[in-house]
């Protein structure tokens, strides 16, 4: 059954959900320890394919402690406002990590890079941010332990989604996983009849306690 | 002999000029680094770069490279390593660097203490830390500046 007759909505969207869904080791930015970070939900659909669904797990934190405190802050990526968060996904040309082998996409609103996003004031004073509740090249990429020029790495984030498989380790990377969810998104953007190409990314936005502000590590 | 005096004077009058557009042209910026400072224990990874000034670390997000006065290189730096933008990208998003008042064409140089436009002051004031380095006057960004 189409669930969209006017075919104005016919392509592949990427809702990243509030439910967590396990945890995955990230490198806490500025340090070399390794932090504990949610996984998250996420739900893809498509309005042409009825039939098509498919379900992986996102880190939506990026822990910093640049000050090396022992306090993680939280310079994770949250829409500014919960109603407009609607992004069109575009693909990395080269992956990311940049020539590792793994797909990567990236966030755009009204055709920028530079997207709304509630304030993060960590994220201005470590310098990640230009503007308190703007940012720039958020991405889905490769998240957890991965292999990156034939070692292992643990990905960190300053603002990024990691896609992560659950179970990850230092011996059961992301890289095949991540790929596998890329493709399967791309390839079903690229069978659409209206809107080839075309991915959208719903983020469901978390508020109050379900946003943690900083972490003891 | 006045003919003569005139013709000396104009001669004079146009190496001074050519010396002044070569000393412009010297003061020409090829590379600025955006960075900020992190204390001493910052652990950056492979793909973010840092540097040390004196005995503070520094911490770069974002490198920006001219050639020919026009801006031919531009990358974002991430912890996973940098994302490096075309100049089809950034002239079809301008909000990628507009935000870092950096031009597209490379308009800036160095005058006594400060990195300016040529035509005018640009909004952020910066302090000269010695030759390569310029720290924002009322921020934490430090910029280094390759000519």
């Known amino acids: 059954m189409r669930s969209d007759p006017d075919g104005a909505l016919d392509y592949p969207i990427i809702t990243i959900t509030k439910q967590k869904a396990g945890t ?52 994770g990526f949250e829409p500014k406002d919960g109603k407009i968060n609607h992004y069109t996904a575009k693909e990395m040309p080269n ?76 011996t059961n990377q992301a890289n095949n996983y991540t790929n596998k969810v890329m493709n399967t998104i791309q390839a079903q953007a690229a069978k659409s009849t209206t809107n080839p190409g075309k991915i959208e990314v719903i983020i469901q936005k978390r508020t109050g306690n379900e946003y943690p502000d900083n972490k003891n590590y | 002999m006045n003919i003569r ?17 070569q000393n412009q ?12 400072s992190v204390r001493n224990n910052f652990v950056s990874s492979d793909e973010n770069a840092d540097f040390i000034i004196g005995d503070k670390k520094y911490w770069v997000h974002y490198k920006v490279s001219y ?53 005018q002051k640009l909004d952020i004031e910066l302090i000269k830390l010695d030759e390569k380095h310029f720290m924002e006057k009322n921020g934490k960004r430090v910029f280094v500046i390759k000519k």
């Open chain 2, 25 to 36: 042209d010297e003061n020409k910026i090829q590379e600025i680094l955006i960075a900020t």
């Open chain 1, 24 to 75: 995955a080791d990230q490198r806490v930015i500025g340090q070399s320890s390794i932090i504990q970070a949610d996984l998250y939900k996420a739900v893809v659909t498509d309005t042409e394919d009825a039939n098509f669904r498919m379900e992986f797990t996102v880190t939506r934190d990026a822990w910093e402690d640049v000050d090396g405190d022992g306090v993680a802050r939280n310079t």
């Open chain 1, 95 to 170: 992956g990311y990590p940049n020539g590792n082998g793994t797909e990567a996409l990236k966030l755009t609103q009204y055709g920028s890079e530079e997207v709304h996003a509630a304030p993060n004031q960590t994220a201005v004073d470590i310098g990640s941010r230009d503007k308190l509740s703007t940012a720039k090249g958020i991405m889905l990429h490769v998240g957890g332990n991965y292999e990156k020029g034939g070692k292992n790495s643990t990905a960190a984030s300053l603002g990024c989604f990691g896609v992560c498989n659950p179970k990850n380790s230092a």
């Open chain 2, 67 to 119: 050639k020919n006065d026009t801006l031919n290189q531009f990358k974002k730096y991430l912890p996973e390593g940098p994302i490096e933008y075309s100049i089809e990208e950034l002239r079809n998003d301008t909000a990628i660097y507009k935000s870092l008042k950096i031009p597209l064409r490379q308009n800036l140089q160095i005058y006594g203490d400060a990195l300016y436009e040529r035509s």
């Open chain 2, 5 to 21: 005096i005139i013709k000396i004077i104009s001669i004079f009058c146009l190496v001074v000029q050519f010396a002044c557009c």
